[in-house]
């Protein structure tokens, strides 16, 4: 199944961000901000971080859940008012100060040791890098991305496993994880329970992003309005628009989804 275009849902996204205990979550890269060369070169678009703003003022909850660092997370976007969760759901940024889970924090030197044995088998474009809970392989910038994939990921995963750490795969990244049962859908689910929501809108592109699309579903069964939006995108994953309730067109259609949600606030109040 693929999801709808968010603009042929209008009614649907309106009656949940219209409810008074509606929340907002969305993923980072891909979704708020293009992707760039390498995760630093990338930048909210202004009109994005404006509607967030807005929205910030308008919602009981608005969050970012990446899994980029939690501190990146909020440098990247800078708002105050908005929640930032990072590393996948592993920490998050609050008054300053990055709060990890010590569970996850327990797999420091694990994740050391690993680090520096993957770093031995990267080819060059291949970038290692340490966001503290958790490392991230980059390879957009090796000469054959697909190939990497073939002849590195095994090896990865393989290094991963003897320190008893677990392979996630993204777009053209490959992420090594504590085996905590924390990813973006826990942290989605949580923070709606938390928050006392009674419907919720998450938007990603990614397969991290799946956990909460499912989620939300899960929400639903709850009697909670929980929905997902899967943006589009030329690499994105068949998977994302196959659990998501709505579809955007890339980043740019994002943008118009949140002047649209701040529109429908508005207009409730
Ligand atoms: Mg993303």
Redesign the pocket.
């Known amino acids: 199944m693929t999801a709808i275009h968010w603009t042929k849902a209008r009614q649907q996204i309106q009656e949940l961000i219209q409810q008074p205990r509606f929340g907002l979550f969305s993923?980072?890269?891909?979704?708020l901000a293009p992707i760039a060369p390498t995760p630093e070169a990338v930048l909210i678009a202004p009109a994005a971080r404006q509607h967030l703003s807005d929205l910030a003022a308008e919602l009981p909850l608005v969050a970012l859940i990446s899994g980029r660092r939690a501190g990146s997370l909020q440098a990247k976007v800078g708002l105050e008012g908005l929640v930032y969760i990072g590393n996948h759901g592993l920490e998050q940024w609050l008054d300053g100060k990055v709060v990890g889970l010590p569970q996850a924090a327990a797999f420091r030197a694990a994740l050391e040791q690993a680090h520096a044995e993957i770093q031995a088998v990267l080819p060059p474009g291949a970038v290692a890098e340490d966001k503290g809970l958790t490392l991230s392989i980059h390879y957009r910038q090796t000469p054959d991305p697909r190939q990497f994939v073939l002849t590195r990921g095994v090896q990865i995963h393989d290094i991963a496993q003897q320190h008893g750490l677990v392979l996630f795969t993204g777009k053209m990244v490959l992420e090594v994880r504590p085996p905590v049962e924390v990813d973006k859908g826990t942290a989605f689910r949580d923070l709606v329970l938390e928050h006392k929501l009674s419907s919720a809108l998450f938007l990603?592109?990614?397969i991290s992003?799946l956990a909460a699309l499912q989620a939300a579903a899960a929400l639903r069964s709850g009697g909670i309005a929980a929905y997902g939006v899967g943006v589009q995108s030329e690499d994105a994953p068949p998977e994302v628009a196959a659990h998501a309730d709505y579809q955007a067109d890339g980043v740019a259609d994002v943008e118009q989804l949140l002047a649209f949600l701040l529109a429908a606030r508005q207009a409730s109040v």
């Open positions: 993923d980072f890269d891909g979704t990603g592109d990614d992003d």
